[in-house]
């Protein structure tokens, strides 16, 4: 099936330590939610945005919506251990058609935070 | 907790056998979302329910298939169970799911999942 563009795939950083990832696609999107995933558990929703070039925060984390209605991003800062789990970007397409309300995710960015 | 469950949390069966999951949404979402999760394909979108109808379609197999009852929950249905089957299946709801409203009442919001194992 159709996947975002995610990366790094991977990171291994130091406790402290900022972190930077990205989503982009071919296709323009509605919405692009950023969710966090725990071994065995459900992704979890950190942050959503709708509308282009929208800037949104929860605590220490930061995400944008691209202009282009086709990539998003998402800063980590100043990373703690229990930052450590695996980061999906999710975009949700326009209205109409019949695949509204579906999300396609992004492979994921696992993250490793080294005290 | 996302306020949305699942049952079981875990499912071991044999290959051809016929399993049901279970997702109850958020009290007052009107919309559910099952998605599967496996190492090679991510989490893919299987298919949508809104208020008791069917929405919107994904990668669904024709030996799958779902319902959502009038109490809004809603059952996944896996049959002829095939080895690549095994994953992690996710129920997600949100309050509208793209019918209207503002955006935050398209937000999905994940049950703990299903793992299932087929031998």
């Known amino acids: 099936g159709q996947q975002l563009n995610q990366s790094p795939q991977s990171m291994f950083i130091q406790e402290g330590e900022d972190v930077s990832m990205n989503c982009t696609s071919s296709?323009?999107?509605?919405?692009w939610l950023w969710y966090k995933q725990d071994p065995g558990e459900g992704p979890v929703l950190l942050i959503a945005l709708y509308k282009a070039g929208e800037l949104t925060s929860n605590g220490r984390l930061t995400a944008q919506f691209g202009t282009t209605r086709k990539d998003s991003f998402l800063n980590i800062s100043a990373s703690i251990p229990s930052d450590v789990g695996i980061y999906f970007c999710?975009?949700?397409?326009?209205?109409?058609?019949?695949?509204?309300?579906?999300?396609?995710f992004g492979q994921g960015t696992i993250l490793t935070v080294h005290p | 907790d996302s306020g949305v469950t699942q049952t079981p949390k875990h499912l071991i069966t044999a290959t051809g056998q016929r399993v049901t999951l279970r997702c109850s949404p958020r009290s007052g979402d009107l919309s559910v979302y099952w998605y599967q999760q496996s190492l090679d394909q991510g989490l893919q979108f299987l298919i949508q329910?809104?208020?008791?109808?069917?929405?919107a379609k994904g990668n669904i197999l024709e030996r799958f298939s779902a319902q959502q009852f009038p109490d809004l929950h809603s059952e996944l249905n896996l049959s002829s169970l095939e080895l690549g089957d095994s994953a992690l299946y996710f129920c997600?709801?949100?309050?509208?799911?793209?019918?209207?409203?503002?955006?935050?009442?398209?937000?999905?919001?994940f049950g703990p999942g299903t793992r299932l194992t087929v031998l």
């Open positions: 997600a709801s949100s309050v509208v799911g793209g019918v209207g409203g503002q955006g935050s009442y398209n937000e999905q919001f």
């Open positions: 296709s323009i999107f509605n919405t």
């Open positions: 329910y809104y208020n008791g109808e069917e929405r």
């Open positions: 999710a975009g949700q397409p326009s209205a109409g058609g019949t695949s509204y309300g579906k999300l396609t």
